[in-house]
T-cell receptor
Framework: AQRVTQPEKLLSVFKGAPVELKCNYS??????LFWYVQYSRQRLQLLLR??SRESIKGFTADLNKGETSFHLKKPFAQEEDSAMYYC????????????FGSGTRLLVRP | NAGVMQNPRHLVRRRGQEARLRCSPM?????VYWYRQLPEEGLKFMVY????????ESGMPKERFSAEFPKEGPSILRIQQVVRGDSAAYFC???????????????FGEGSRLTVL
């Protein structure tokens, strides 16, 4: 069965420190991976997808098929990055069905 | 564009009552999805609908739960004879139809929080 694991419920860093939010997945096929973010009092929204290979708000994520990971990274955290982050996976044969991890709350302290 | 609208935002029901949750997708979106989030867990897929069609309901519990997306009006998630275990946040999302197919971007509503007493 497909599964997405985010091992950290809470990650607290100081402003300017590097951030890495971990995401591991289990899926035997070729997955598509996404990061969604929910800022305080806002809706859940797409942050980035692996297929785009883009940097959004300074965040990047590389799909590592060998380690089945899709960690989200940012070299210098900002206070406005504080939010709930969800990693999600979709299968090629039912791409609309996202499988979410349980989320990691990122707290960036001043 | 007001985005995906869900109502009610909060709903309290006693065991055995019915809960109806509504979702209006973003303007121009023809695909609606319902997800459920239990405390301390991620969102779990329930059902995918297009107008007047249920495309995939593989995440729906076999009993008491139903969903529809009529030709006119919002999508409705209906839970009959609610039990305490139904207490959760129910999120609706929508996506547009594209030639490339689903892009992975879902536009979420603010969710409806159901509490069963």
């Amino acid at each position: 069965a497909q599964r997405v694991t985010q091992p950290e419920k809470l990650l607290s860093v100081f402003k300017g420190a590097p951030v890495e939010l971990k995401c591991n997945y289990s899926y035997s096929g070729s997955p598509e991976l996404f990061w969604y973010v929910q800022y305080s009092r806002q809706r859940l929204q797409l942050l980035l997808r692996h297929i785009s290979r883009e940097s959004i708000k300074g965040f990047t994520a590389d799909l590592n098929k060998g380690e089945t990971s899709f960690h989200l990274k940012k070299p210098f955290a900002q206070e406005e990055d504080s939010a709930m982050y969800y990693c999600a996976l979709s299968r090629m044969d039912s791409s609309y069905k996202l499988i979410f991890g349980s989320g990691t709350r990122l707290l960036v302290r001043p | 564009n007001a985005g995906v609208m869900q109502n009610p935002r909060h709903l309290v029901r006693r065991r055995g009552q019915e809960a109806r949750l509504r979702c209006s997708p973003m303007k121009g979106h023809s695909h609606v999805y319902w997800y459920r989030q239990l405390p301390e867990e991620g969102l779990k897929f329930m059902v995918y609908l297009q107008k007047e069609n249920i495309i995939d309901e593989s995440g729906m519990p076999k009993e008491r739960f139903s969903a529809e997306f009529p030709k006119e009006g919002p999508s409705i998630l209906r839970i009959q004879q609610v039990v305490r275990g139904d207490s959760a946040a129910y999120f609706c999302a929508s996506s547009p139809r594209t030639r490339q197919g689903f892009t992975g971007e879902l536009f979420f509503g603010e969710g409806s929080r159901l509490t069963v007493l």
